[in-house]
């Protein structure tokens, strides 16, 4: 056992824990990253299932079904203060029911005007939605927590059943991501893992080699 440690590097162990962490937590988005991107059109007609990459212009968008804030609490008071909305969720038609759409406190203005056009096209015959909301996204499945808050949207305001949502299958969402940051993460990870790996390989030979040495070193019985 003895052995066995001295055999481990450390900075090698280190170097390799940091690569696979950044990678697990890079690798898919940018594997999606590479895909080749549907546009937001597309969506709207066929659908897209989770893992897709999504990029272009949104044409229409819903209501907001739920939202995400921060803020600051005084762990001695419990007093709240600098409350603020980082994130806006909007339903997003697509294919023959609805996404999610993930919208940063940036675009909430873009995305709240697209809102308004979308229904003032639907329901009084205006001018077909012209709002600048674009997003370079992927799809997955929608949180849990959100999924419940956007089946009861359906229900509440679009008359959705309980079979129709049933029929509908998993809520997706379309998630905005930074994959020109996120490529740059994966690629350190990789490098990390690999010059750790180096190192532990460099290491184990080392030591390995000094222990044979002094075992040949050694004469007499105490080798069997």
Partial sequence: MGNFLEKISRTGLIL????AVLLGV??????TSFKEAKSFEQVLESGAVPGDHVAGRVPYLMDVFADMQTWTEDTKTHAVSGKRTTF?????????????LTVSAKNFDAANKLVKQTYAYLLEGGAAP???LTADARVAVMDRELAELFRQDLREYYGYTDEDIEALGTPLMVEP????????VCAVGAAALLIGAVVQVRRWRKVSGVIRAAKQAVQGPELD
């Fill in 88 to 100: 806006q969720y909007y339903v997003l038609p697509a294919g023959e029911g609805y996404f999610g």
């Fill in 177 to 184: 991501r930074a994959f020109d940051t996120i490529r740059i």
């Fill in 16 to 19: 390799m824990l940091i690569g």
């Fill in 130 to 132: 012209s709002a600048e």
């Fill in 26 to 31: 890079s690798l898919g988005d940018a594997v």
